[in-house]
């Protein structure tokens, strides 16, 4: 089968312009600054193929029963639900039922990053929704996680997930986790099977960020909705996830 390839090439550059304009920050020194431009380098970039009832920010998660999240670095959020009180365009306070992803955003992946990530999620875990808007009707907050870079020479990061938490093979803090270079896995809970982790190989094309895209587009899209992540996959012959 050949897939659109007229939108295939137009992710493809758009990963790679994403990955180029974050290299070209490595002359900043200040830190906290080059983590802000590369937050916002991800947010251009997944801001172009969100569905337009969607939108993204930054900030905490609020429920009703007045518990909060830790600060993320990017919420995606639904915009015909509740709405946040934003202090700016983006940055402010969201309602824990108008949230769909929480991703923590990384320059480099190192253990210390990855525990402090998880300890943040937790903090969402805490949070409960309207009790009248309960799952299944109201779909979960997908926590996820991308990172620029790794401070692993191997291969072999999912190795290190499991180091830091052994329960993350079967109940894991993220769903989804791209390392630019390294690739991008994502947790499936509701295969035949059982709960399984699917991971997709990086190439030059930055499938991984490919992958990590098309992932989000199409959970957002849910059921009895046409998934544009489809449009920029490649046909599985030539990249196919493989269960771990």
């Not at 200040?30 to 009832?53: A, Q, V, Y």
Request: aromatic share 16%.
């Amino acid at each position: 089968m050949t897939f659109n390839l007229f939108f295939q090439e137009f992710a493809q550059t758009r990963a790679k312009n994403l990955v180029n304009e974050s290299e070209n920050l490595t002359s900043i020194t200040h830190n906290g600054l080059k983590g802000s431009l590369r937050e916002h380098i991800l947010i251009n970039f997944l801001k172009d193929f969100l569905p337009i009832n969607y939108d993204i920010g930054k900030g905490q998660i609020q429920d009703v029963f007045n518990s909060n999240s830790s600060e993320s670095d990017l919420i995606i959020w639904q915009k015909d639900l509740l709405p946040p009180i934003l202090l700016d365009e983006r940055i402010g306070i969201f309602p824990y039922e108008s949230c769909r992803y929480w991703i923590e955003v990384k320059t480099k992946t190192t253990k210390a990053e990855l525990v402090n990530s998880i300890e943040k999620v937790d903090t969402l875990k805490r949070l409960r929704p309207l009790e009248n808007y309960d799952q299944p009707w109201l779909p979960r907050i997908l926590p996820a996680y991308f990172s620029y870079s790794s401070d692993l020479t191997s291969d072999d990061e999912f190795s290190r997930f499991l180091d830091i938490n052994p329960d993350y093979y079967h109940h894991p803090p993220f769903v989804a986790l791209c390392i630019v270079g390294k690739g991008y896995w994502t947790f499936f809970d509701h295969l035949p099977e059982g709960k399984k982790w699917i991971f997709f190989y990086p190439n030059d094309s930055r499938y991984e960020v490919i992958s990590f895209l098309a992932g989000i587009l199409n959970t957002l899209a849910g059921r009895n909705k046409p998934s544009f992540g489809y449009y920029i996959l490649e046909p599985e012959e030539n990249n196919k996830g493989i269960f771990l």
